[in-house]
């Protein structure tokens, strides 16, 4: 079987752990050289290590413009090239409206959207020099549906949304793709750390009946980096065992 990623090279963000690391080792095992960013030197330098093949380990605040175009420069002396990069660091800072501190807001929308805006900027200078490129964000099931509790990871999460189909129509003519990925509930550490009731509650609105890995998210990431998915651009693929449709 040939490596759909051979001789390639990819940008993950948040990569030291659960779905980031996860596109980063399948990334590899497809034959694509990867550089893991993450805020966590030590744990992205640790994931980089045990991947299969070239690894590079990197701190990367994606919140910092300085930072973002850092990284890739980075990538770039090490690989020469920078081909796809997969924006799916994250945080969440939940809490329902009228108790949500402007700091909290600030916060998730730094990391998760305008994160994304300075990688997204600072990757696409090699891509269109290269004429070629992938781009895949990690978006969420609530920023398509909206979640109680989450004004600031929704609002952040279907921001990127827009994102995705402006530069996808932005960078169309450069022959670079860019389409985002929207997870439903899946099994992290994070979500492990749930109430048995809570997490009953949003199983309950599981078609499939079960939560999803952090597998099944990586393979949707490697399908639209890959060279399977070159004519599919400003797209939101699903990955949410049916909880939204």
Do not use: H
């Not at 095992?29 to 893991?36: I, L, M, N, R, T």
């Not at 993450?38 to 045990?50: C, F, H």
Request: charged share 20%; hydrophobic share 50%.
């Amino acid at each position: 079987m040939v490596d759909r990623l051979a001789q390639k090279v990819a940008l993950v963000t948040g990569g030291a752990r659960g779905i980031g690391r996860a596109i980063a080792e399948l990334f590899a095992a497809e034959g694509a050289s990867v550089a893991v960013g993450d805020v966590d030197l030590a744990g992205a330098e640790r994931a980089a290590s045990q991947l299969p093949g070239l690894g590079l380990g990197l701190e990367l605040d994606v919140a910092s413009a300085e930072s973002a175009q850092a990284a890739v420069q980075r990538v770039l002396e090490r690989f020469g090239r920078l081909d796809i990069l997969v924006n799916n660091a994250g945080i969440t800072r939940d809490g329902l409206l009228l108790r949500m501190s402007e700091q909290d807001w600030d916060a998730v929308l730094a990391v998760n959207l305008k994160g994304a805006f300075n990688c997204c900027k600072a990757a696409v200078r090699p891509m269109i020099k290269a004429r070629q490129g992938r781009i895949v964000s990690i978006s969420s099931v609530v920023g398509i549906t909206g979640n109680p509790g989450q004004a600031n990871y929704a609002a952040s999460k279907a921001g990127l949304l827009g994102l995705t189909k402006t530069l996808a129509r932005e960078l169309a003519g450069r022959n670079i793709t860019v389409n985002a990925v929207a997870p439903g509930f899946i099994a992290t550490d994070m979500t492990d750390k749930l109430p048995p009731e809570a997490r009953q509650a949003m199983l309950s609105q599981v078609p499939l009946g079960r939560p999803g890995s952090v597998e099944d998210v990586a393979r949707a990431v490697l399908f639209l980096a890959s060279d399977e998915a070159a004519y599919i651009t400003g797209q939101v693929l699903q990955v949410n065992g049916g909880m939204a449709m």
